[in-house]
Nanobody, 127 residues
Framework: QVRLAESGGGSAQAGGSLRLSCVVS????????LAWFRQAPGKEREEIAG???????RHADAVKGRFRISQDNTKNMLYLDMNNLKPEDTAVYYC?????????????????????WGQGTQVTVSS
């Protein structure tokens, strides 16, 4: 069982910055990929950044160069640093985890397939 809890959402002006945090608790056992998803009104939930069990990361084109995913395994934390925010970044942001059964999770699919989700945190960017 993996439990996820996000914090750090809120409002920002275009061009501003926010940092999202996710507490990762429970048993990840070194076999878990972690990711940030977002869902804007009327749109599907999409992965915007992910990190695998070996620390390899990726970012969606829409956020590449502006957002950065990172983790602190000593504190069981996952972060998303968001810079140069745009109004189109407005969405509910979710922390997610995909735990593999027998080997370290790798980012092989276009998006991870989460077994676990956080409750989500709202980010609103005004122009």
């Amino acid at each position: 069982q993996v439990r996820l809890a996000e914090s750090g959402g809120g409002s920002a002006q275009a061009g501003g910055s926010l940092r999202l945090s996710c507490v990762v608790s429970g048993s990840t056992s070194g076999r878990t990929c972690l990711a940030w998803f977002r869902q804007a009104p009327g749109k599907e939930r999409e992965e915007i950044a992910g990190v695998d069990a070996n620390g390899n990361s990726r970012h969606a084109d829409a956020v590449k160069g502006r957002f950065r995913i990172s983790q602190d395994n000593t504190k069981n934390m996952l972060y998303l640093d968001m810079n140069n925010l745009k109004p189109e970044d407005t969405a509910v942001y979710y922390c997610a985890a995909e735990k593999w059964s027998w080997q370290p999770c790798r980012l092989v699919a276009e998006q991870i397939k989460p077994n676990y989700w956080g409750q989500g945190t709202q980010v609103t960017v005004s122009s």
